[in-house]
């Protein structure tokens, strides 16, 4: 099993920034995928930016050159620097992880922290 805990939500004025950390805890140690999706109110749960363990990361298009995805140097913690924050990036973000147990693929979700840009 493995517990997510966020921090670093909050409100801030558009073209500022925040920074969003995840810690991963439990039997798993290792996972091929760390990231962060995001939901705003009446839309689905979108990608926002995820790292993988091969050293690649991905990017929504609507977040590419503005936001930041990185693992810590102990690999079970994620951040997401946010920098030129518009309102458009107001959601609840979720912290997600993938990894294989064995033969089979887990995903794991945090509780959710808000993101609120005032414009």
């Known amino acids: 099993q493995v517990q997510l805990v966020e921090l670093g939500g909050g409100l801030v004025q558009a073209g500022g920034s925040l920074r969003l950390s995840c810690a991963a805890s439990?039997?798993?140690?290792?996972?091929?995928?760390m990231g962060w999706y995001r939901q705003a109110p009446g839309k689905q749960r979108e990608l926002v930016a995820s790292?993988?363990?091969?050293?690649?990361?991905d990017y929504a298009d609507s977040v590419k050159g503005r936001f930041t995805v990185s693992r810590g140097n102990a690999r079970n913690t994620v951040y997401l620097q946010m920098d030129r924050l518009t309102p458009e990036d107001t959601a609840v973000y979720y912290c997600?992880?993938?990894?294989?147990?064995?033969?089979?693929?887990?995903?794991?979700w945090g509780q959710g922290t808000q993101v609120t840009v005032s414009s």
């Open positions: 439990g039997s798993i140690f290792s996972f091929n995928i």
């Open positions: 997600h992880v993938g990894f294989l147990d064995g033969s089979r693929w887990s995903d794991y």
């Open positions: 790292s993988h363990s091969s050293g690649s990361s």
